[in-house]
């Protein structure tokens, strides 16, 4: 099980596996360029450019980097750059995708189209993967970043989307936890009466556990949860905290990063393969730690597919 | 301005003025009992203990402390102390309320009854204050622990409630972020159109000012702000965060306090008198750290009425 950024960059280096190749949507933007070669130098990856190569060329040529060590796969548009890293995906030439200087709606229309597209489930969603010091491992945050205001069958899909990721981090059954102000259903307040229907539907479930309504300290306090009495599977255990909505979600992920020294990696999930979504405000370290964790992620696909 | 615990209480040492009378409702519980003497020692406040004498009687002779320094009103059931609890405050004799071993909906029915209650505005609210290491001064946090899922009008309620409360810490024009995952305003998203309103109602306000919609990140931290190009008046350095529900508001005060070594002070406000409304979780700290904050408003509701 791999419970924080240091330990996932660890066992990916120590696994003697093909490099998986990453697909750079309009990569043609410095800190994207940055991020990717950090690890193609660390022989993690190797990057497929997507973009007019005139605006390439010269980025590139700037760069302390192994010119035999990419590839250049020349557009000239944003639609064609985002329709090419998807067909390479489906094709199965690369094992993610990273967006570069692009739209993210451009980019996610070509991953949703139903005939040229590399859907999988019905629902894309977020998950923010956190570290942070008040906790022995990863907390993970779904939904704060793709659906508005989920219902409980889209619920359903974000849950199990996740759980791919956390089992590709070796997390055989990992822990929901569906999100209320308290652990009591009030059939007014709407979340807490997913929490219960979600609880219901998963119940059977062997490859994830997920319980609700639970508040924030019942779901990460082990000691909360004993002095509550709370009687459940998850007794401050819980792995991922599922979001009322996708304000409680950003919110919380937000507040854990800014206000409780987290470090956070993002993806898009649930398609064939994860895609990085840097956003105007992620750091290079952010982006580092989602490329490590879509790195994960695609070896896993890789070895379920052999 | 009050910034900080620390703050409020030597601000309350150095005021010279009258001693505040709280009404503690079912008072026979040793940890109210203690919190509440605490504060009675260091000449603060004047305890009215309501509950059944011979419930009081053993846990007092028990306590290391001046036995004229309080009074006992005997009463016979859970709903009589209710009752005489917003009594005491609706005759002038008690500045505010302490909740003792009673259930907050029999407490609070009391309080709202149209005819013998302490009804102030139609709405009452939760308002926490935060202090944490990463933030120069207090964080509100409103509502997390009240109303369910509030409309656009109970959310100008819920703001008019706590700018009494900042106001009585000297913020003369709190600001107040209303949160949602982003600072653009999508049709779909309800707390995003309700942020948006809300900035309207506010806008010709002198008691406050009021922004949204917003994520946490651009609220709270200016160089974000900055970074991010946001036009606005509140530039990372809102005092107040305006929960979309009270999910939202939850989770935020919870991760706040449990994952951002925050400290809490938590209140019901909105009623003549503020109520101090333990948990089955609150600490020790944090009965006391309310106590303080409703002594502070309650000396500034008594200025009000010189």
Chains 1, 2 share one sequence.
Do not use: W
């Not at 229309?109 to 894309?124: A, C, F, M, S």
């Not at 599977?233 to 206000?259: F, H, Y």
């Not at 999930?269 to 790195?295: D, H, M, N, V």
């Amino acid at each position: 099980m791999v419970r924080n950024f240091h330990e996932l960059e660890q066992s990916l280096m120590k696994q003697e596996e093909e490099m998986q190749r990453v697909a750079v949507v309009k990569a043609a933007s410095s800190s994207a360029l940055e991020s990717v070669f950090e690890l193609a130098k660390q022989g993690l990856i190797v990057p497929f450019l997507i973009d007019d190569q005139a605006m390439l060329d010269p980025l590139l040529m700037n760069m302390d980097i192994d010119h035999t060590s990419y590839h250049i796969v020349h557009v000239e548009s944003d639609e064609e750059a985002a329709f090419k890293g998807v067909e390479l995906v489906r094709n199965g030439e690369c094992g993610f995708i990273m967006k570069g200087n692009i739209q993210t709606g451009t980019l996610l229309k070509q991953v949703v189209n139903r005939e040229t597209g590399i859907r999988k489930r019905d629902v894309l969603s977020h998950l923010a993967l956190i570290e942070t010091p008040h906790y022995p491992r990863f907390i993970g945050v779904t939904d704060g970043g793709m659906l508005l205001s989920p219902n409980v069958d889209q619920k359903e899909s974000i849950i199990n989307n996740a759980t791919e990721v956390m089992q590709a981090l070796g997390y055989k059954q990992p822990k929901f936890a569906v999100l209320s102000a308290a652990e009591v259903v009030q059939p007014k307040l709407q979340p807490s009466v997913d929490a219960e229907e979600l609880t219901k539907r998963f119940e059977p479930s062997e490859n994830c556990i997920v319980e609700g309504p639970l508040s924030l300290d019942l779901a990460l306090f082990p000691a909360i949860a004993a002095e509550k009495q709370y009687k459940g599977r998850i007794q401050g255990d819980a792995d991922v905290l599922v979001a009322a909505d996708v304000v409680n979600g950003n919110t919380l992920s937000k507040s854990m990063i800014l206000l409780g020294n987290g470090a956070m990696a993002g993806l898009i999930i649930g398609a064939q393969a994860p895609i990085i979504l840097t956003s105007r405000s992620s750091t290079a370290e952010e982006k580092r730690r989602s490329l490590l964790l879509a790195l994960q992620i695609s070896r896993a696909n890789a070895r379920k597919e052999c």
